[in-house]
């Protein structure tokens, strides 16, 4: 099993102005953030519009990716889609590559949402891959969730081994901690929260502009520092309430570029801020810059 512990950075994917994968940039930013400190790089995350990539662009990115890493911090790829051997081939690309693990959507488009169906479409995975699946349960994105009962059903399946938990519910949060099984979060306003009630870890998508104070804020709370954890979170958090109200990919990229980790551009149907969301942001930004 691997040890997802610790800051995992779900990574913008930097766009030139029409679009395009910047793939120079990805490699650029690869080395920034590693030497910020993360402990591991989620690649074609949702932060990085992994909806709008096509499977050769993912495949491309993953590549490039586990070639620049080389072992330098762990790599964990997205390989979702709709169709199940598509998950599979792209999963069976990722571990090719070395991925530490997987991220995996539940089918999020008109799939199965009783337990029973769910549990059929990783179990089907599970069979053909030999590296850790993450679970990912952010319901008011796919309209699924996975209940607690769910989890433990899961965790019976030989590479599940982790859910992210991005729904943003403290009390289901803890009571999937109370499995006894591993629980990583993925809702940016709770992740101080997440990591005192005991919380592995994150896959955080706000780590993209603040990659340095994110692996402080973990380290603080692993130490036992609580108190100078949340005097750190009290400079982090509006940023990040901000970037939880909507907008999410542009805001973050956004503030990843006025903090200079600059990832270019939006891949439509996306949009950029307009100037009022923008001064909003940089508002939010002023306690980051000013501690």
Not at 17 to 43: M, P, Q, T
Not at 50 to 79: F, M, S, V, W
């Amino acid at each position: 099993m691997a040890e997802l512990d610790g800051i995992n950075l779900a990574m913008q994917t930097p766009m030139h102005g029409d679009g395009s994968i910047d793939f120079a940039r990805w490699e650029a930013l690869i080395d920034i953030y590693i030497d910020a400190g993360v402990h591991g790089l989620v690649l074609g995350a949702g932060t990085g519009q992994h909806p709008y990539l096509t499977r050769d662009e993912c495949n491309q990115l993953y590549e490039l990716g586990a070639k620049r890493i080389d072992g330098r911090c762990r790599l964990i790829c997205q390989t979702s889609a709709l169709v199940v051997d598509e998950v599979i081939d792209r999963s069976r690309h990722a571990e090719g590559l070395g991925a530490d693990a997987l991220m995996i959507l539940p089918p999020y488009l008109e799939g199965p949402e009783d337990d029973d169906g769910l549990f059929e479409f990783y179990r089907s995975i599970d069979a053909e891959i030999g590296v850790d699946i993450i679970g990912y349960n952010i319901p008011q994105t796919t309209g699924i969730g996975i209940s607690v009962e769910l989890f433990k059903r899961l965790n019976q399946l030989e590479h599940f081994n982790y859910i992210k938990d991005s729904a943003g519910d403290l009390t289901t949060h803890q009571e999937y901690l109370a499995t006894g099984y591993k629980v990583l979060n993925g809702c940016d306003p709770n992740t101080v929260f997440a990591f005192i009630a005991g919380a592995q870890g994150c896959i955080w998508g706000g780590a993209n502009y603040m990659p340095r104070e994110s692996v402080q804020l973990y380290e603080l709370v692993a130490s036992g520092d609580h108190a100078a954890a949340m005097l750190l979170w009290q400079r982090m958090i509006p940023s990040l309430l901000c970037i939880w109200r909507g907008q999410y990919i542009a805001k973050v990229k956004t503030a990843a570029r006025l903090r200079g980790f600059d990832g270019g551009s939006l891949r439509a149907p996306l949009q950029n801020l307009d100037h009022q969301a923008q001064r909003e942001l940089e508002t939010c930004l002023e306690p980051l810059d000013n501690g």
